[in-house]
């Protein structure tokens, strides 16, 4: 098992442009997330999938979309990127009654 | 929204000395888990609390959950070396929001040998 893949690991964008961040996980979860980590401020959620066809927004969603269109697969596009968007991004999964496996993050410059 | 506390912030302590940090809801948790990030990795799960009252033991880490189910605390007994890292508690309040898991702004522990 590969557990949670995040690509790429590191990115520098312009401001204005726009990316996907790609998360795969072969470990069959129902739930997925996404969030960002900035110095001082913990883990906030972007947003998160109880399962396939099914998102929700979380604490900062703004400037990011998500798709669940498969179990496997969780996509966080930046739509057009900012300054204040850059970040470490993780990715993770679990099932019901477990604690999440992290990937190992995208870490993200907006110039 | 649900906002999770974690205090303090950063904890240095010489090694063999014991740690301990706090976590507070503003709401009552379904369940409340415990992670550990050392420096420059990505954080992974320690723990799941899920009863009132429960404690939970690991080697030296202790895990408590309150009985109003909305504060936690995570106790490491005569730190070592090893323990560096940054500590996050995570709660979830369940019910339409249990996919939703809230992270503290996390608990800094250096030990110095």
């Known amino acids: 098992n590969a557990g949670v893949t995040q690509t790429p690991k590191f990115q520098v964008l312009k401001t204005g442009q726009s990316m996907t961040l790609q998360c795969a996980q072969d470990?069959?979860?129902?739930?997925m997330s996404w969030y960002r980590q900035d110095p001082g401020m913990g883990l906030r959620l972007i947003h998160y999938?109880?399962?396939?066809?099914?998102?929700d927004q979380g604490e900062v969603p703004n400037g990011y979309n998500v798709s669940r269109s498969t179990t496997e697969d969780f996509p966080l596009r930046l739509l057009s990127a900012a300054p204040s968007q850059t970040s470490v991004y993780f990715c993770?999964?679990?099932?019901?009654?477990?604690?999440?496996?992290f990937g190992s993050g995208t870490r993200l410059t907006v110039v | 929204g649900q906002q999770v506390m974690q205090i303090p912030q950063y904890q240095h302590v010489q090694e063999g000395e014991d740690f301990t940090t706090y976590c507070n809801s503003s709401?009552?948790?379904?369940?409340i888990q415990w992670y550990k990030q050392r420096p420059g990795g990505h954080p992974v799960f320690l723990i799941q609390?899920?009863?009132?009252?429960e404690v939970k033991k690991q080697k030296r880490l202790t895990f408590q959950f309150g009985e109003a189910k909305k504060n936690s605390s995570l106790h490491i007994t005569a730190t070592q070396t090893t323990d560096v890292g940054t500590y996050f508690c995570?709660?979830?309040?369940?019910?339409?929001?249990?996919?939703?898991?809230?992270f503290g702004q996390g608990t800094i522990l250096t030990v110095h040998p």
């Open positions: 993770a999964s679990r099932s019901t009654g477990m604690g999440y496996t």
């Open positions: 470990m069959n979860h129902e739930y």
């Open positions: 999938s109880v399962g396939a066809g099914i998102t």
């Open positions: 709401t009552t948790l379904s369940n």
């Open positions: 609390l899920v009863k009132s009252g």
């Open positions: 995570a709660g979830n309040a369940g019910g339409t929001s249990y996919g939703k898991l809230t």
